[in-house]
């Protein structure tokens, strides 16, 4: 969805932001393989963390899905390409 960090076009904060989303994404991913329900829970999450971790998924998704209208929008975004993928 032309939201790589190293595209040389993009502002240098706008690469950092995305970078932080990447990694938030990441980290959120982590946390799913070692404390979620589909797997053996050695501890649990505490609730403010598992507060954060949500909130951090709903910024990620309202951005993404902002992000594919805009494009879809514009005409900048192929269909194709992404089914593709």
Known sequence: MNLDPSDIKLDK???????????????????????????????????????????????VVTFLFSTYQYQIDRGTLELEKLIEK
Not at 18 to 25: M, Q
């Open 13 to 59: 904060a706008l690469k950092e932001v995305l970078t932080g989303l990447i990694k938030v994404v990441s980290g959120i991913s982590e946390i799913r393989n070692k404390r979620g329900d589909s797997h053996l829970v050695k501890s649990k999450i505490d609730r403010h963390h598992a507060l954060m971790v949500v909130n951090a998924a709903k910024t």
